[in-house]
Structure formats: structure tokens, C-alpha cells
């Protein structure tokens, strides 16, 4: 009925989309017979789906037959995409069809029929690819429900308690039985003479992949030495770059012993089908044993390398020790689960079996919770550490509380049965703790190299590169952990295929392709826009008679506008679409005219500064009391560094709306002032002459405007003169200024003229009343006096009490 159901739906789809003539409407041979093929492999899909019988291994094989079309279809979706747009452009220049009784000419009646022919055979494969991609996708969404909902219950399925001692028995019994079996399994095939021959035509292929076993097993300790010191020939002495490569040597080496013990042993067909799989499997716990034990002596070197401040010699110890024991516990786990899946064991036995292993896995993660670093240890007692270093001593105190839950958590599921649960907390947290251990490792090794060549030597690790490897590091060990939780490769790889097939925002699909796309493209735009500027900067415009400040607003004014088209340049070539986000960015526009209208004004004014340049860089300005010298005009504020080595951030708007002086806007010529008293009595001319002299003779002032002097006026205390004088640079009016006042002190002094300063008498009414204050302190100052004499009388001793206005007196 659904078959019927859906072939109905795509004659409607065929008729829908308007095609001439049966034959244009039909797909190809091939295409055909491989959509009918999909259309029988998606029908049983849908049929074991319903049923739910079959086990999880045919449904992963099922999946995995149905993602194999949905890749097909899913390319198919986008082809001909260039074709179909250039018959749809085609038909739109042709214009509309005529409406009611209205004709078009034959020729072009002929022509638009055999463009929508051609567009309609284009559309068929895309549209039925697009019903059998979203068929497809739906199938595999429930067949992976159903696997997550199979683990998910026999995570949470309770079983046998281990520690019930009527189970002892069997699990004894079991074990033994499976040992026997592979003991006499191996003995029986040695004992045929087919084994025999083998061994006989293959020995010397035996013996020498033995002797190469044999001699990497012993020797490669000291060939990776050896190694090593060919390796310090290239350079690099110190960095730890080599130590690190000699360290992983010593791993790879006897691994490559153990895999050549492993061959020789399949060489001679001893191994029947328990002993294949159990071989099969010691590769692979090799090399847990060898990269556990290779981190712990890392993690030796590491503390070596700081001195062992954070971990003692005998701390570092421990923990290499434990971790070997943690390798073993994993590798008899590994081992148990063989045992299941070669003699399929009952739950009581596997149960029985599993629950020591737990246990001594928790105990070693308790143990280990108590390696304590020295920062610690001691909480508090140093305020001044790095923020690294109170980084990883937080790190370190979260990993110890979660190996303290996991650690007590997992025995407890394990006595009341919930034996996958246990095992799904605890040897996960083990794997974890490890990775994470090598990621820091790696990190450090990477941070080496770039210390070595770099020639940061150990500061590398403390600068970006080191915050960005890490980086790196934490995303490609996400899918290793969540392999390590129970995650399946195939969750992992749809996770990733829809990933790259992108998400839809506002309408605009952003994919790892294009958006990658953008990145190159608008990082290109952006350097070939910073070396435009540069060349511009150093090359073009020093040799043009453009001022500075013109100089800088064109370089300015071209870096915008380079990244500005660097940015349009990448949204075109990523195949960005923005014409969906029409209306989110005239909303955005709205919002942004309230809620950031300074900004926007201080960015206008900034493009009228760069435009118009009213001020330019350099240029000395007065803005708000702020006064000193324009070093920078960005779109958003100017900074100005003051007189006193300062820099002051003016927004822009503030130059454009409010008052500004600039002493240098043009031109460098500006006036200076210099004001100068003398006494009374003094022969002005004679002053006029020496100060007109003084001002003529100085090199910075000009000659044409001549500088004047001015006789101001009489003042209270002297004869006020003014020197006004206009000068080849106004930077240096303060330098002129002293200049002249040296000069005008010099030349009166020979003249005899004084230069008179302010002088005040004081004069007290009542002073006896002062000198008996002791009795009755009435002290009164009267400065209203209109006369000035001075008073003959003794000293007059005042008390603070005398000064104090509460006093009951004026002063």
C-alpha cells in the first residue's frame, strides 16, 4: 500500500512540473533501476523497523546499506544546478506567456517549449533524489533510535549480584572450562601433521621474525638512544624536541617486536579459533601497556623538567605505578569480554567474573585521588602564582573529585548487579584520565617545537600558540571520548556528514566548506589590503606633495574600503545568499539607530574627519581643555597625546559638534605673547627699544609680519609691556618664550631697569588689645584701612586660638 501510495505522489510530482511527452519524463535506464533497487531496500528497511526483531549487528549493516544510497542521493541533489539556472534564465528572457486568446510567435512558442522540455528532464532526477534523500534520512534516524534505545536498556539492565556465593561455583567451573578448551584446542593442532609442515616450510620465516622480536624487545631501548643522538645533530639541543621523539621510539619499537611475535605465531597454524581471537587481540593490548607506561614516564619528565615542584620524585612514582596497574585492569576487561563473546557465558558468570576487576579499578582510581599536586596541598599559601599554574591546580581538584565519585560509585552498581553500568563509569574514567594526560603531553612536545623554532625556547608556553594547539587538541579528542562514553562510530560519522552538510540561519545555509571558503578569501582580501595601505603609506604618497594628515586619511580610507570589499569578495565566493536576511538586517538597522546611536555617530564623524579634515595627524588642537598633538583618527575616536606624554581618546563626535582650536591646521606660523613689567619710573622708551631689539634678533620670528611691542598700561604694581611677535613654527612658542625672557632679564640688568614685584603692607588697629590676649583673646584685623603705614610696635604673639573665627572677632 505504500509502495502504491508513493508511486502516485511521484506522477503527481511528474505532472507538476510540466513535462511534454512521457519519454521526457521518464528517467534514465540506469537511474531507474538503481531508484527501484532503493525503493526494495527502503520497503524492507520499513519492514524490519516495524517487526523490531532483528539484532543490532543486521540493523548496523542495514544502516549502513541505507547511507550508502543516501550519499548517492544526496549528490545527486545538487547537479545540473549551473544548467537549471541558465534554462531559467533563458525562459525569463523569452517573458511570460501570453494571457486569454493572446499568441506569441511560433518560433518563439516552439523555443520556450523545448527550454521548459529541457529544464523539466533536469528537474526529474533532482526532485526524486530529494524524496529518496529525506526517505533515507528518516530510516536511519529510526534504526539509530532503536540501537540507542537497546544500549540504553541494557545499560540500565539489572542482573545477577556477583556477591552471591551460589554463583561462585559456575563462574569457577566456566573459566576453567574455557581455559582447558584453549589449552587442548592449541596442543590438538600442534599434534596434526598439516601444523607440522607449516612449521617445517615456514621456520626460517618463524625464527627470523622471532630473532627481529627478540632483538627489538631487548635492544630498542638503546637503538632509540642511539637514535636520539643522530636526531641532536639537527639542532634543537635542550628543547626537549628529541627527548620527546626518543621517548615514543621506545614505544613503537617493541610494539613492532610484539606485532612480529604475533605473525610468527599465525605462521605456524597452531591457533584454532579461540587462540586466533585471543592473538589477534594482543597487539592491542600491547600497546596500552606500552603507552600507559610511556605516559607515566612523561609525566616523570615533566616534573623533572620543573624541578618536581608540583609533584615529589616519590608522588610521580606512585602514579606510574598506577597507571600500569590500570592497563592491566583494562586489559582483563578486554579479557572478560573475549570470554563472553568466544564461550557465551551466562550473566551470573560474567557478572562473577567482572566484579573483582571493577573494584581494583576503583581502588586504583581512589588511590590515585590522593597524588595530591603541591599547589593542592597547600590552598592559599601562594597568592602570586600564574594563572597556568592556578589553571592546573583546578583542573587537578576536579579531576580528583570525579575520580572519587566514579571510584565509589561504580563498586556499589556492580554488588547490586548493574554490571554494564559499572563498567561503563569506570573504565571510561580510566581512558579519560589518560587522554587527558596525553593531551597535555602533546600540547607541551608541540610547544617545544615551537619554542625551538620560534627561539621562545620555554616562554612558548606561555603565549598564543599554546592557548590555540591546545585548542586543537580538546576538538579532536571530542570524538575519541565519545567513543570512550558509548557513543557508535556511526552516530560520530552522522554527526559529521550533517555537519558538513551545513545549518540554515535566517534562510543562509553555513556549511565547514563554504565558511572555510570566506575565511581564506576574506584573509586574503585583508593582507592584500594591509599591503596596499603599506605601500601606499611608505612608497606612493611620501613622494607626492600631499600633507601628512591627507597622507593618512587616504591610507586610512583604503583599508577601510579594502576589507569592506574583502568581506563582500568572500560572501559571494562562499555562495553566501543575504537576500533572505533583507528584513533581520533592516530590523538590526533599526536597532541599531537607538540602541547604539553614539556609536554610529562617533563612525560618521569619523568618515567626515577622514573626508573633510578639519584636523589631521600631527596637527596641535585644543579640544575640551585637552590640548596636544592628533597621533591617530580611527572611524570610532582620535587619540591626542598631551604635552605631557599622555594619550587622551576624544570621540569623534566631539571634534565634529563641538570647538576646536588647531594651532597647525595649514600652516606651522602662530604668534606668541610675551608679557613684560617694569617699575615705575622707568623710561619706556628705552624699555620699547631693548624689547623691540630682543624680538628682532631671535631666528624663530618673522621678519615680515615685524614684531611689535605694545605698552599696555599702568597696573597696580608696574608697567605692563607686551612683545607680539609671529613665528616660522608655533610648536615652539614655549622654547621662544624662555628664550626672550633670558634675553630681556640679561639686557635689563645691564640697563638698570627693575622689574618690580607686588608689595603689601599690613597694617593693625588696636595692637594692645592683641598684646593682652592672654586675658581676653579679642583679636580684630580690619583691612579696610585706607592707608598704608607701618607699625613700630614689639612682635605680637598669637595663639591658634586667635585665628579661630568662632573667636566671637573679625579678621
Known amino acids: 500500500m505504500l509502495r502504491q501510495v508513493r508511486l502516485f505522489l511521484a506522477l503527481v510530482i511528474l505532472s507538476l512540473v510540466g513535462f511534454g511527452s512521457i519519454a521526457d ?48 542521493f544526496n549528490k545527486s541533489r545538487g547537479e545540473n544546478t549551473e544548467r537549471i539556472e541558465t534554462l531559467e534564465g533563458q525562459l525569463k528572457a523569452l517573458g511570460p506567456k501570453p494571457e486569454g486568446d493572446a499568441t506569441e510567435p511560433e518560433d518563439i512558442a516552439k523555443l520556450r517549449q523545448h527550454l521548459e522540455n529541457q529544464l523539466n528532464s533536469l528537474r526529474v532526477p ?123 621510539l621506545r614505544i613503537i619499537l617493541p610494539w613492532i617486536g610484539v606485532l612480529a611475535v604475533v605473525v610468527a605465531l599465525y605462521l605456524t597454524d597452531v591457533l584454532g579459533l579461540r587462540g586466533s581471537l585471543l592473538v589477534d587481540e594482543i597487539p592491542y593490548w600491547a600497546a596500552i601497556v606500552l603507552s600507559y607506561d610511556w605516559i607515566g614516564r612523561q609525566i616523570y619528565l615533566m616534573g623533572a623538567a620543573n624541578n618536581f615542584k608540583r609533584l615529589s620524585v616519590r608522588k610521580i612514582t606512585e602514579l606510574r605505578i598506577y597507571l600500569d596497574l590500570l592497563a592491566i585492569m583494562l586489559i582483563l576487561h578486554e579479557l572478560v569480554k573475549l570470554f563472553e563473546k568466544i564461550e557465551n557465558i ?38 602570586n602564582t600564574s594563572s597556568r599554574a592556578a589553571g592546573f591546580s583546578q583542573l587537578v581538584e576536579f579531576l580528583r573529585r570525579a575520580l572519587f565519585m566514579l571510584g565509589m560509585a561504580a ?4 554488588l547490586l548487579g548493574y554490571t554494564n553500568a559499572a563498567e561503563a563509569i569506570v573504565f571510561p574514567a580510566v581512558k579519560t584520565l589518560v587522554l587527558i594526560a596525553a593531551l597535555i603531553i602533546f600540547q607541551r612536545f608541540f610547544c617545544q617545537i615551537y619554542g625551538w623554532v620560534s627561539g621562545q625556547g620555554e616562554g612558548a608556553g606561555d603565549s598564543l600558540f599554546a592557548v590555540l594547539i591546545g585548542f586543537a587538541l580538546t576538538i579532536i579528542a571530542l570524538p575519541i571520548l ?65 600633507d601628512p594628515g591627507g597622507q593618512n586619511a587616504i591610507v586610512s580610507g583604503s583599508g577601510y574600503v579594502g576589507v569592506f570589499l574583502a568581506a563582500l569578495v568572500a560572501i559571494m565566493v562562499a555562495g553566501f545568499d543575504l537576500s533572505s536576511l533583507a528584513i533581520v538586517a533592516g530590523a538590526l538597522s533599526v536597532g541599531i539607530g537607538f540602541g547604539l546611536q553614539t556609536i554610529v555617530s562617533n563612525f560618521v564623524s569619523g568618515i567626515i574627519l ?60 602662530g604668534r606668541v605673547i610675551v608679557p613684560v613689567g617694569v617699575a615705575y619710573g622707568t623710561d619706556t622708551k628705552q624699555v620699547e627699544e631693548i624689547l623691540g631689539e630682543v624680538a628682532n634678533t631671535h631666528p624663530m620670528v618673522l621678519a615680515n609680519p615685524a614684531p ?12 605692563d609691556f607686551e ?15 624662555s628664550d626672550m625672557n633670558h634675553e630681556i632679564n640679561h639686557r635689563f640688568a645691564e640697563a638698570g631697569i627693575e622689574i618690580p614685584f607686588a608689595q603689601r603692607d599690613l597694617w593693625l588697629r588696636n595692637p594692645e588689645v592683641l598684646q593682652s590676649s592672654d586675658n581676653a583673646p579679642e583679636t580684630r584685623l580690619d583691612s579696610a584701612q585706607g592707608q598704608s603705614r607701618r607699625d613700630s610696635t614689639s612682635p605680637i604673639e598669637m595663639k591658634e586660638s586667635d585665628l579661630d573665627p568662632d573667636g566671637g572677632e573679625e579678621f
Not at 204 to 217: K, R, S
Not at 411 to 414: C, E, G, K, V, W
Not at 498 to 505: A, E, S, T
Open 126 to 248: 533532482r526532485i526524486i533524489s530529494e524524496e529518496a534523500y529525506s526517505r533515507a534520512n528518516g530510516l536511519i534516524s529510526e534504526i539509530d533510535q532503536i540501537i540507542r534505545d537497546r544500549q540504553t536498556k541494557e545499560l540500565l539492565e539489572k542482573g545477577p549480584s556477583p556477591i552471591n556465593p551460589a554463583y561462585w561455583a559456575p563462574a569457577w567451573v566456566d573459566v576453567e572450562s574455557a581455559a582447558r578448551s584453549l589449552i587442548n584446542e592449541t596442543v590438538k593442532n600442534m599434534k596434526t601433521d598439516v601444523v607440522r609442515e607449516q612449521i617445517r616450510e615456514r621456520g626460517l620465516v618463524i625464527f627470523i621474525l622471532l630473532g627481529i622480536a627478540t632483538v627489538l624487545l631487548v635492544f630498542g631501548k638503546y637503538w632509540s638512544e642511539k637514535g636520539g643522538e643522530y636526531l641532536r645533530q639537527f639542532g634543537g639541543s635542550g628543547s626537549g624536541v628529541w627527548t620527546f621523539v626518543i621517548s615514543l
Open 25 to 72: 519524463a521518464q528517467l534514465s535506464d540506469r537511474q531507474s533501476e538503481y531508484y527501484q533497487t532503493w525503493i526494495r531496500t527502503a520497503d524492507r528497511a520499513e519492514a524490519v523497523i516495524d517487526v523490531n526483531r532483528a539484532s543490532s549487528a543486521a540493523l548496523e549493516n542495514l544502516r549502513s546499506e541505507i547511507n550508502g544510497y543516501r550519499d548517492t
Open 723 to 737: 612683545i607680539r611677535a609671529i613665528l616660522r613654527d608655533v610648536n615652539w612658542v614655549l622654547s621662544v618664550k
Open 411 to 414: 563498586p556499589f552498581l556492580a
Open 610 to 669: 577622514l573626508v573633510e579634515r578639519p584636523i589631521s595627524k600631527g596637527d596641535w588642537i585644543d579640544v575640551n581643555g585637552m590640548m596636544g598633538y592628533v597621533r591617530d583618527i580611527s572611524v570610532r575616536s582620535t587619540r591626542i597625546e598631551t604635552f605631557d606624554r599622555t594619550d587622551v581618546i576624544v570621540p569623534n563626535s566631539d571634534l565634529i559638534s563641538g570647538v576646536v582650536t588647531n594651532y597647525t591646521r595649514g600652516n606651522t606660523i
Open 346 to 383: 551466562s550473566d551470573a558468570t560474567r557478572a562473577v567474573v567482572s566484579f573483582p576487576i571493577i573494584v581494583a579499578t576503583a581502588l586504583l582510581l581512589l588511590r590515585a585521588r590522593h597524588i595530591r599536586t603541591n599547589d593542592v596541598q597547600k590552598e592559599g599559601s601562594e597568592q
Open 482 to 546: 565519545a567513543v570512550y562514553w558509548g557513543a557508535r562510530e556511526a552516530d560520530l560519522l552522522e554527526a559529521w556528514s550533517r555537519l558538513l552538510q551545513g545549518f540554515d540561519i535566517g534562510g543562509v545555509t553555513i556549511s565547514p566548506t563554504n565558511f572555510l571558503t570566506f575565511v581564506a578569501v576574506f584573509a586574503i582580501g585583508y593582507a592584500l589590503t594591509r599591503l596596499l595601505q603599506s605601500g601606499l603609506r611608505n612608497s606612493l604618497l611620501p613622494k607626492t606633495s600631499i
Open 708 to 719: 611689535s611691542v605694545v605698552f599696555q598700561g599702568f597696573g597696580a604694581d608696574s608697567l
